[in-house]
């Protein structure tokens, strides 16, 4: 027959092999003497280790969309430097129209735009 003993904190009556409290939670003596953890105490370790990976997903995903925007930067610098004058050139005519122009002013065709005016219309 199991011996009975007495929660500290609530009084309640349990087994004297019980880690922790039936009634309250609290921790017993034979609970702390075997470092027995709580539930909770599991959860707190595996929410910071979510965390730990969470900075690290965001550093790396942070330095890729730096390199991006500094390339995506370059790359329209050369395209500007190649069309200074952000023109477009109209296929039917040769006439220069300015950046954005859906309609050439000379010959009156649809012209396309560049790569480099792409998305300022």
């Not at 330095?63 to 039917?92: D, F, L, W, Y």
């Amino acid at each position: 027959m199991k011996k009975m003993v007495y929660c500290s904190n609530c009084g309640e009556k349990m087994a004297d092999d019980a880690y922790f409290c039936p009634k309250c939670g609290t921790k017993t003596p034979k609970g702390k003497a075997s470092n027995a953890t709580y539930p909770s105490d599991e959860l707190r370790d595996a929410f910071y280790k979510v965390g730990v990976e969470l900075e690290r997903a965001f550093s790396v995903a942070a330095r890729e969309t730096h390199r991006a925007i500094k390339k995506a930067g370059e790359n329209m610098q050369q395209k500007t430097a190649s069309n200074p004058q952000g023109t477009i050139v109209c296929t039917s005519c040769g006439t220069k129209n300015v950046s954005g122009a859906v309609f050439c002013h000379n010959c009156g065709a649809k012209v396309a735009p560049s790569e480099g005016s792409q998305g300022s219309t």
